[in-house]
């Protein structure tokens, strides 16, 4: 230690902070006391229901693709089982190396939407799939990165006001918008459009730039109304009250076959004569087989989960952590209401899964690495206190640099 500078106060000597090496058993130590147990605990119950209800839809979906009955069950709970891992693993990344994940997904998901209209497989009529040894929709990986990638860019407002961090992600935005209706895909472009609004809101724009911004919006609704075959079929049969015995038809009409309290597991008929009941119309098949009780629960389950994340990150100091919370938690929470809308026949039908119940191959591992991200961002030191609340913090530091 020889030549070595201590620094002194007083008659005490410091010592520099040694970095410490520490070993996976720590790092678990660590991910225990700050993961928020509540929010995981939701997570994981409502994967245990979303198991039983594909076990519920399994026979519908058998004998509509002429598989085995639990063929779909089976390979549910392989999923789930692999997701979980995906979720626990990435949960355990420091909100920086989230960050890194996160656009990285995002760069790399941009990639493939490109390829897709030339190399995607085309499934129902659309081209959103890529054969990569398993069949894979690079919107749904996109979704996490997305919100990633436009939390990043909107704080750069606290590092530099002048920055047209709202143009970038505009830009952003209307790119992803027209690589999803080119395959086409309608009800993703919404759920996108929909995190950009509530991150773009709360990176504090102006009302007349927000305003502008919401006209745009309804200008690239009405212009997908008159250009897209699919989009416009489907807006129609919702508003002109649809066929009889069309998929959302028949989705109000299994939701209400099992009153409050259901038929019971495997004891339902209406589910057998409605198609992708393990994936679009799970819902119904809750509400057919366990009862609009249980339907009510999961709902509630969804609203807990979002006002959980939003309560934690009300008193967070870091505008980042409070965009990617926001953004996650709305991908979820978006992702959920419109599926139950459209099972309620409250919005035309989207072809879009109620996350975390849905049976879903790569969907699910996508859903599982949302909430990783989310739960590595929600992520706090119960040890550190704030002696403000950080959102109103974050507004009189906007405020004075103004």
């Keep these: ?30 991910w225990w006391r700050e993961i928020d147990k509540w929010l995981l605990g939701m997570v994981l119950l409502l994967m245990a229901l979303g198991t039983v209800a594909v076990a519920a839809a399994s026979p519908a979906a058998g004998r509509q693709y002429q598989v085995a009955e639990f063929a779909f069950f089976q390979k549910h709970v392989i999923f789930q089982v692999l997701g979980i891992g995906v979720m626990l693993f990435v949960s355990l ?36 799939w890529i054969n990569l040894g398993m069949r894979l929709q690079p919107s749904e990986f996109l979704k996490p990165g997305f919100a990633i990638l436009l939390a990043w860019m909107l704080s750069w407002r606290l590092r530099d006001p002048s920055l047209p961090v709202v143009a970038y992600a505009t830009l952003t935005m209307a790119l992803v918008a027209a690589l999803l209706m080119l395959q086409p895909n309608l009800g993703a472009t919404i759920l996108f459009g929909g995190v950009w609004f509530v991150l773009v809101l709360l990176s504090g724009v102006s009302l007349q730039r927000l305003g502008a911004l919401i006209a745009v919006g309804v200008s690239g609704l009405t212009a997908a109304y008159f250009l897209y075959d699919n989009a416009r079929y489907r807006i129609d049969s919702f508003f002109g009250g649809g066929v009889a015995f ?17 038929t019971g597991l495997w004891l339902g008929r209406r589910k057998m004569s409605l198609p992708e009941a393990h994936t679009d119309y799970i819902f119904s098949v809750i509400g057919e087989e ?17 006002a959980r994340v939003l309560i934690r990150m009300v008193d967070e100091d870091n505008l980042f952590a409070l965009l990617a919370g926001a953004g996650l938690v709305s991908l979820i929470g978006g992702q959920a209401f419109i599926n139950m809308a459209v099972n309620l026949q409250l919005f035309p039908s989207k072809g879009m899964t109620l996350p975390l119940v849905s049976y879903g191959g790569s969907s699910t591992l996508a859903v599982c690495f949302t909430l990783g991200l989310l739960l590595a961002i929600t992520r706090r030191n119960p040890f550190l206190e704030r002696e403000k609340p950080g959102l109103k913090n974050l507004f009189e530091r906007k405020e004075g640099r103004a």
């Design 1 to 30: 230690m020889s030549g070595a500078f201590i620094p002194t106060r007083g008659d005490a000597k410091f010592h520099a902070p040694v970095p410490q090496n520490r070993g996976f058993a720590d790092r678990v130590r660590i």
């Design 246 to 262: 069309d998929q959302v038809d028949l989705a109000q009409r299994t939701i209400l076959n099992g009153g409050w309290t259901g």
């Design 93 to 128: 990344a420091s909100r920086d190396n989230a960050r890194r994940m996160g656009i990285v997904m995002a760069v790399v998901m941009l990639g493939l939407m490109l390829l897709v209209p030339v190399i995607g497989v085309e499934v129902n009529g659309a081209r959103r």
């Design 290 to 306: 366990f009862g609009l009780l249980m339907c009510a629960l999961i709902l509630l389950l969804y609203a807990a989960i979002v």
